[in-house]
């Protein structure tokens, strides 16, 4: 089992910026792909980007790409999402998952967070 705890959502005004965080416990952390996905208000759960358990490999959304960078820090068993230029339609809740394989679709992740909000204001 993998227990993931998503941190850092909040409201922030077009054009800014923040940076999610999700803390993983359990099993080895660099063993997982992870990914961020969101689902807006009235919409299906979107993927964001997925980063490979070494990190040498990053997909995006063609939506985010050039504004938002997924990391991590396997020695913190941490995964972070920085999104930059933010838009209204960045609005959602954003989730992290885990995966054994790198993956841009959610029926591939095994384990997810509960979900933080996030809120552009235009």
């Known amino acids: 089992q993998v227990q993931l705890v998503e941190s850092g959502g909040g409201l922030v005004q077009a054009g800014g910026s923040l940076r999610l965080s999700c803390a993983a416990s359990?099993?080895?952390?660099?063993?997982?792909?992870m990914g961020w996905f969101r689902r807006a208000p009235g919409k299906e759960r979107d993927f964001v980007a997925a980063i490979s358990g070494s990190g040498a490999s990053t997909y995006y959304a063609d939506s985010v790409k050039g504004r938002f960078t997924i990391s991590r820090d396997n020695a913190k068993n941490t995964v972070y999402l920085q999104m930059n230029s933010l838009k209204p339609e960045d609005t959602a809740v954003y989730y992290c998952?885990?995966?054994?394989?790198?993956?841009?679709?959610?029926?591939?992740?095994?384990?997810w967070g509960q979900g933080t909000q996030v809120t552009v204001s235009s």
């Open positions: 359990g099993r080895t952390f660099s063993n997982y792909a």
């Open positions: 998952a885990a995966s054994f394989i790198l993956a841009t679709r959610g029926v591939e992740y095994d384990y």
